[in-house]
């Protein structure tokens, strides 16, 4: 096989696994915009407040730690314990149920029956806030996050493909990072788990009632703050798990808030109340932007990956507004 | 009653604004933002030094030292708020601490006399005082930084690089792209294959770049990174098994909070720096003793030793040093911008110098002239023990190629004057 082959093909199934990644956070937005009609721009500063959350439990880091040693002039940074990794994703999955009951609570309660725009607004709010909390509650340091998941190309993988070069000397393998593939495993858990709870559940039933007509739901005595509170909840569940794979990658920082970036084409393409459109838009926005940057990318200089992203999701919002599998955008004059 | 109120406002603006007696400087930091990592350490060396000198010494020449802290948050926008709203309060410099800032402080800081420092950043041809008049990068800049990674893959390959095949992945942004003019020169020179890999901002996604270095296999890769683009390509680099001993990276790319996410596989990386690393030096003694004892340290007082409070630490010791030579050109202790200026132009940094200061083999030795406002352009190459958790200078410093470098500051900078009407000259 040529090689150039090899590489596309190589270069095709990490766009595959990057495609996953991007799908995990465009999950976040779709399952908030899907039962409330709201465009989550905090999304992914939930995903960098979860990892905060879930670094600091693990870690035993005194939470406001500056704040208290400011104001009492005591010396006090960490409990001097560390947590296993499951418990505290467990304790962090408890705090971000306390956020989404806030944010709904103090927020979404007061603005219901606002315009979109408003609500959008608030999310931008939601946003700035959430990221100087988290910056006040952990610190604004770059932390490592080792919750046991495996990194580095797999060794198993690059060896058993090597024939496929056929002596090629210039093949050394397939290189498939292990953390994408376990991200992967994950996220078809995830979505899995998804529609199982929306379709077999009485919650995920109330849930997508809530989504497609409050007024109606009401009437049938489902209540709207549960259902919201809950909506919150789950998306912050993947956000927790979007920030673990992300800050896996580059360490829980800030950074971690931007991306949301990447979610954007996704959403536009994938359509924004679609949950298999957040997972098909993903892959083929992993895909797309690799191959181009691998076919077309050393033609121009490279660095088109963001480009190409965005400018196929242009191409959609003219000829698909509502995206490959968002609802037919209907209205009558 | 009227006249009360005016004295009772009187009373309160002369309460309220700084007095004019003290030194002003000005730290433009960023504590917030994506990139508070890296701006919070830097902030409080600058701050801590100051402290320091307040505390130790009176200030500088008798005069205390108010520092005027504006939070930038790493946006120029912000960065050009910052400095309009603090030049009204006497600033005597600027350190930017953002080449995007820095270009659009270059023109207003000229125009209102106010010197500025990009040390380490900003506009490479700003060396060249007698264009930029107001403008200073010493002790090195980004081109000096491509040029002494280049000497040093010399040094390690006995002489000669010739056919060595270096990659340069780089932040796809003015800042990133600084080095591809010197590299390519220095190709040329050295006859090494030049190949060129941008990253896009904010650069958590690198894997094409990462594929593409494991298919084509380069002997180094040297780096243009900032912020969360370095912690990634570090991780990528250990997961492709690229030799860390070969991944050079420019000094804003070289920082404990760049290594540390990777854990020990991080270890051997390598860095290009322009002052030593760790605390061991006198000067840290006396901040121990009269700032974070005291309860004065900047920030929460957890950043003494790491690189970026070291930059910061530096950054203020040369303004305080610039400050001093002003004052003594002046005959005044009570300095205005202009007289740092001429302060800045005329600053001589000497071994026997920063020994005296607490800081010996602190930072490299040179002079500024109006003709050289970027020093000798002297680096060395730091590499991080993952084990100890430290980072190690592992050469000397070495000073950039200015055969190839001087031409092209000249170049750049006349160009400049071309299009700004500037008359090249010294005062």
Known sequence: MPTQLLFGAEVFLNGLMAGVLYALVALGFVLIYKASGIFNYAQGVMALFAALTLVGIMDGQVPFSHLINAMLGTDVHHFGWHVNALISIILTMGVMIVLAYCVQQFVFRHLVGQEPIILFMATIGLAYFMEGFGDLMWGSDIKKLDVGLPQGGSFWIEENSQWLGFGNEEFYGFFLDQLDIVATGIAAILVIVLVLFSQYTKQGRAMRAVADDHQAALSVGISLNFIWVMVWSVAGFVALVAGIMWGAKSGVQFSLSLIALKALPVLMLGGFTSIPGAIVGGLIIGVGEKMFEFIVGPMVGGATENWFAYVLALLFLVFRPQGLFGEKIIERV | ?427
Request: with cysteine; proline share 4%; hydrophobic share 40%.
């Open chain 2, 1 to 427: 009653m009227k006249m009360k109120l005016i004295t009772a406002a009187v009373a309160a603006l002369v309460a309220a604004s700084p007095a004019m007696a003290d030194l002003t400087f000005s730290s433009l930091s960023y504590r917030t933002g994506p990139y508070a990592a890296n701006g919070i350490p830097f902030a409080d060396g600058y701050a801590d030094y100051f402290t320091l000198l307040n505390e130790r010494d009176g200030g500088i020449g008798g005069e205390k030292i108010n520092l005027v802290e504006c939070e930038t948050g790493y946006n120029t926008e912000k960065g050009v708020e910052c400095y309009e709203s603090t030049k009204g309060s006497g600033a005597l410099v600027y350190q930017p601490l953002s080449t995007g800032i820095t270009y659009q402080l270059i023109p207003k800081a000229t125009a209102d006399g106010i010197p500025v420092h990009s040390m380490g950043y900003g506009r490479t041809s700003a060396k060249n005082g007698k264009v930029f008049s107001n403008i200073f990068n010493y002790p090195a800049n980004y081109w000096d930084g491509a040029s002494v990674a280049i000497k040093h893959l010399l040094d390690i390959n006995g002489g000669d690089i010739s056919g060595k095949k270096i990659a340069l992945v780089y932040h796809n942004s003015a800042y990133g792209k600084e080095p591809i003019r010197t590299l390519e020169e220095l190709s040329k020179k050295h006859g090494y294959d030049l190949s060129l890999l941008p990253v896009d901002h904010p650069g958590q996604e690198q894997k094409s770049q990462w594929l593409q270095i494991r298919r084509e296999r380069p002997d180094y890769v040297i780096m243009w990174g900032w912020g969360v683009m370095n912690q990634v390509a570090i991780q990528e680099a250990v997961n492709i098994r690229f030799p860390m001993e070969n991944f050079i990276g420019i000094w804003w790319s070289g920082s404990e909070n760049d290594v540390k996410p990777a854990g020990e596989a991080a270890d051997g990386y390598k860095a290009l720096t322009f002052h030593n690393v760790g605390s061991d030096y006198p000067l840290y003694e006396d901040i121990q003793d009269y700032v974070v004892d005291a309860g004065l340290a900047a920030g929460a007082g957890d950043q003494i030793g790491t690189v970026l409070y070291n930059r910061g630490l530096y950054a203020a010791m040369l303004a305080a040093e610039a400050a001093k030579t002003a004052q003594k050109i002046h005959g005044t202790s009570a300095i205005t911008p202009a007289m740092m200026r001429d302060g800045m132009e005329n600053l001589e940094m000497t071994e026997g110098k920063m020994t005296a200061l607490g800081l010996p083999n602190f930072g490299p030795s040179f002079k500024v002239s109006c003709e050289n406002h970027g020093g000798d352009g002297f680096g060395a190459v730091t590499q991080w023990d993952a084990k100890a958790g430290e980072w190690k200078m592992i050469t000397d410093y070495m000073q950039s190629d200015q055969d190839v470098l001087a031409p092209l500051v000249a170049a750049d900078s006349e160009a400049y004057a071309k299009e700004n009407n500037i008359t090249p000259g010294c005062n």
